[in-house]
């Protein structure tokens, strides 16, 4: 019998097992048997380690900020939501109300209201409303005279306002120069005349005397003296904002 070399009796082995699908025990081999990879064979290249180029301050600190975590990205997302929803609930703020005619309005609510009525229909005082204090008093001035005084400033018995109205003082009405400044005695007047009244005219002096309040040209902080203030004295702090507007 022939002796068969060994390694043809592995090899065959090897392809018997391949052709049958057994993992081949053999396939160590040929490997080896093979010499080393020629490329591994030749001496290395000496590969000189480039140095880190150098590395701009801006990017180092891009490179050494905090990330943004990623529990707070979805807040990130939700941003454009929560900015449109939130616009859309701001609205213009009501225009806040300046001026004497306002102050005028919480005075009246604050000091008058209990006894003329919130809208000046009347009570223990006079009706004010739908023209009845214009009737009573066609100036401005005389009203506020009036509200300066009140009846003790009056006396009782002696007449008040417009003659052809017949008012004689019965008593009961406040006197209220010491309490108001003159400012808040005009807004007052003023609101009764025209918010309550719808005195046009009025309503035009108290735009004239926000104006020359707003520019300095009248001082309305002091108060009237109730026991020597005259209508004439009033009526000249009037017609000075008068003057005023007429020159624009
Ligand atoms: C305590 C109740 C009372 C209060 C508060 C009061 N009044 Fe009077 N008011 C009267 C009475 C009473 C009269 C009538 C007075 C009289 O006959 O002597 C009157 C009369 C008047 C008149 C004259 C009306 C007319 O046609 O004869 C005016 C104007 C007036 N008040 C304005 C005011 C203003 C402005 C305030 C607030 C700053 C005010 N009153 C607060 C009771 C009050």
């Not at 048997?33 to 480039?50: F, G, I, L, S």
């Not at 009244?197 to 309503?203: I, L, N, V, W």
């Amino acid at each position: 019998m022939t002796d068969i070399p060994e390694h043809l009796l592995k090899r065959a082995a090897a392809a018997k097992a391949k052709a049958t699908g057994a993992d081949a025990p053999a396939a160590d081999t040929p490997t080896e048997a093979a010499p080393a990879a020629p490329v591994a064979a030749a001496p290395a290249a000496p590969v000189v380690e480039a140095p880190p180029a150098p590395v701009a301050p801006y990017v180092a600190a891009a490179n050494a900020r905090k990330k943004i975590p990623w529990w707070a990205t979805s807040g990130l997302l939700l941003l454009p939501i929560w900015a449109i929803s939130y616009v859309g609930t701001l609205e213009r703020p009501p225009q806040e109300a300046t001026g004497v005619l306002a102050e005028g309005a919480h005075v009246y609510e604050a000091r008058c209201a209990s006894c003329h009525g919130a809208t000046g229909a009347g009570g223990s005082g006079h009706a004010l409303a739908d023209g009845e204090v214009l009737t009573t008093f066609p100036t401005a001035a005389a009203h506020i005279e009036w509200v300066a005084r009140g009846s003790d400033g009056f006396g009782l018995g002696n007449p008040y306002g417009d003659a052809a109205r017949g008012r004689v003082v019965e008593g009961g009405m406040p006197g209220w120069a010491d309490v108001l400044t003159t400012e808040e005695l005009i807004g007052v007047v003023l609101h009764e005349r025209a918010r309550l009244s719808g005195s046009d005219d009025d309503a035009a002096l108290a735009e004239a005397i926000d104006h020359a309040v707003h520019n300095g040209e009248l001082d309305l902080h002091g108060h009237l003296d109730p026991s020597t203030v005259t209508t004439a004295e009033i009526q000249a702090i009037l017609d000075s904002v008068a003057h005023e507007d007429d020159g624009h």
